[in-house]
């Protein structure tokens, strides 16, 4: 079953459009911040979204996290 709740579905990421890093749970420990980055939002193809939010990238789930960067956090199909 394939369940977003209220998670935006953003589709995958465009090139063109402003878009945060999107890293893997154990790459977060090494990640170090540029200096435009950190302004308490993530991007995802140009639109911002606060630290905490989570958004669907295909099946992929992505969490909002400091610095804002986008973090792997499973996937959006949940098992009934």
């Keep these: 079953m394939f369940d977003t709740g209220s998670r935006d579905q953003v589709g ?3 090139p063109e459009l402003k878009t ?5 749970d154990e790459d ?3 990640y170090s911040p540029e200096a435009e ?7 995802f193809n ?15 789930l992505l969490h909002c996290e400091n610095h804002g960067v986008w973090v792997r956090e499973g996937n959006c199909y949940k098992e009934d």
């Design 28 to 30: 977060r420990a090494d």
């Design 46 to 60: 140009g639109t911002a979204y606060a630290l905490g939010d989570y958004v669907c990238s295909g099946n992929e």
């Design 37 to 43: 980055e950190g302004d308490g939002f993530c991007y």
């Design 20 to 24: 945060s890093p999107i890293l893997d």
């Design 12 to 14: 995958a990421p465009d």
